[in-house]
């Protein structure tokens, strides 16, 4: 069916509490600012407009659930930090503050150009850390967009975790943009949202294929993936041994979640990666031994991290 005629709504929704949550934090700090909310393809606050598009998958259990086998569904924390973030942008935008002289010393360029593909510097101390992949690296406006989200965020306690990093100047710019702007009009009082699930023509169907291919082009051709360094080879029937792809299945959520925190790489990525380690495993017959399992786990872990780190900092994974 196509998406535009699903008849969505953020009213009455499931992230439509989340939506308040965000409300109510923003109103604690400033009473006139309130952003626009919409249905979209992904998350996003379109440029100089503040409005905050809101994936459409979120506005439907059944859609969610279609997300969660197909990509990888955000759960309440992970929201609440998008939605953060969006607001963010949206401050930003509402009150033109990417054209202060501080702003644009404290941040850079607004006008810088724009791309997707970036180099991050893992664990810079120049930038806050909010959603994976190192994302305030990425541009200024994307660093002002973090740094609000942290300094939104309850109990973050910035002030003490960024005591001596250098991007603590950034919060305390924001922190002194907010309270400037607290009871103040915004100067951008209506945004103007761009994709809205009313434009949305393609189906159910066609989206989820599109995205998911998405995340499984970043490896390109196949790989070798090296695990006769990791698990017996085939043909090494060694008594209590047993295959190796069930070892790998049997971690998938824990070496996700633990790879996709500590490297930044997005979740749906390191997700695939593991798939693909657990495919190469039962098409190339490795066996594990009962009562090692822990020992896999840690060169599993080891070896997708190094994998996933290569990703982020060069944009591939490794040549066949």
């Keep these: 069916m196509p998406i535009r005629n699903l008849d969505l709504s953020l009213k009455d929704s499931p992230v439509e509490r989340l939506i308040q949550r965000l409300e109510r934090e923003l109103s604690r ?27 459409f998958y979120l506005a439907h259990p059944e859609l969610a659930r279609i997300e969660k086998e197909m990509n990888d569904l955000e759960n309440p924390r992970e929201i609440m930090m998008y939605l953060r973030h969006e607001a963010g942008h949206a401050f930003n935008y509402a009150y033109r503050l990417y054209r202060l002289p501080e702003w644009r010393d404290t ?3 607004y006008r810088r150009l724009y791309s ?3 180099r991050p510097v893992p664990f810079s101390r120049d930038y806050v850390r909010h959603l994976p992949g190192w994302y305030a690296q990425k541009h200024p406006d994307e660093d002002f967009a973090e740094s609000f989200a942290v300094w939104l965020t309850p109990k973050s306690e910035w002030r003490r975790r960024y005591r001596g990093w250098p991007c603590k100047r950034k919060l305390l710019l924001v922190d002194r943009l907010v309270r400037e702007n607290a009871n103040r009009e915004p100067l951008v009082k209506r945004g103007r949202p761009d994709v809205t699930t009313d434009d949305m023509s393609m189906t159910v169907g066609e989206y989820f294929i599109k995205t998911a291919a998405r995340t499984r082009a970043v490896f390109g051709s196949a790989f070798d993936h090296h695990l006769e360094d990791i698990f017996l080879r085939p043909g090494a029937r060694r008594p209590g041994s047993r295959p190796a792809w069930k070892i790998v299945e049997e971690h998938e959520i824990a070496l996700t979640n633990v790879i996709a925190t500590w490297t930044g790489v997005r979740r749906p990525v390191v997700r695939e990666l593991v798939h693909s380690i657990a495919a190469d495993c039962r098409d190339r017959g490795f066996r594990g031994v009962r009562g090692k399992e822990k020992e896999y786990l840690v060169h599993l872990t080891a070896y997708s991290t190094a994998l996933a780190i290569n990703y982020l900092t060069r944009g591939k994974y490794h040549k066949v």
């Design 116 to 118: 997707d593909d970036y």
């Design 107 to 109: 941040f850079g360029p």
């Design 29 to 55: 700090k400033l009473k006139r600012f309130r952003p626009d909310y919409y249905l979209t393809d992904e998350w996003g606050c379109p440029s100089g407009q503040p409005v905050i598009g809101v994936p």
